[in-house]
């Protein structure tokens, strides 16, 4: 299960705070800020779809996540990978070197990564 734009700039505050109340939410949107109601209607619905949950403390509620951010662009990334690429890492690759206009430096560094991957595995 995927999140939608606003749920995922939810989620990524949440990532970087680790658990906050609704105000502390809030205030890391920049302006204009959404209403509280936005924001208890986009955490209700990530919490139906398990990736956030709260503990209540009196009447506030401090949110945290159940996903991690790594885990999650995990999955997303190796899903544009599938449906966009047919399942072939080396489709993306050559796509991914050819259309973001990368330095020598910067594919040399990227060789380099995947030489230490093909000696580690």
């Given at each position: 299960m995927?999140?939608?734009?606003?749920?995922?700039?939810?989620?990524?505050?949440?990532?970087?705070?680790?658990?906050?109340?609704?105000?502390?939410?809030?205030?890391?949107?920049?302006e204009?800020?959404?209403?509280?109601?936005?924001?208890?209607?986009?955490?209700?619905?990530?919490?139906?779809k398990?990736?956030?949950?709260?503990?209540?403390?009196?009447?506030?509620?401090?949110?945290?996540?159940?996903?991690?951010?790594?885990?999650?662009?995990?999955?997303?990334?190796?899903?544009?990978?599938?449906?966009?690429?047919?399942?072939?890492?080396?489709?993306?690759?050559?796509?991914?070197?050819?259309?973001?206009?990368?330095?020598?430096?910067?594919?040399?560094?990227?060789?380099?990564?995947?030489?230490?991957?093909?000696?580690?595995?």
């Amino acid at each position: 299960m995927s999140l939608s734009k606003s749920e995922e700039q939810l989620m990524q505050i949440l990532w970087k705070q680790e658990k906050a109340f609704m105000k502390d939410l809030i205030e890391a949107y920049p302006e204009p800020k959404p209403a509280p109601t936005t924001i208890a209607t986009l955490l209700k619905r990530m919490q139906d779809k398990s990736f956030v949950d709260y503990k209540q403390y009196g009447r506030s509620r401090e949110y945290f996540p159940l996903v991690k951010k790594k885990d999650y662009f995990s999955k997303q990334f190796n899903g544009i990978i599938k449906n966009f690429f047919n399942d072939s890492a080396s489709q993306f690759a050559s796509f991914f070197t050819k259309e973001t206009n990368l330095t020598k430096e910067e594919l040399e560094d990227l060789k380099k990564l995947i030489d230490n991957e093909i000696k580690n595995k």
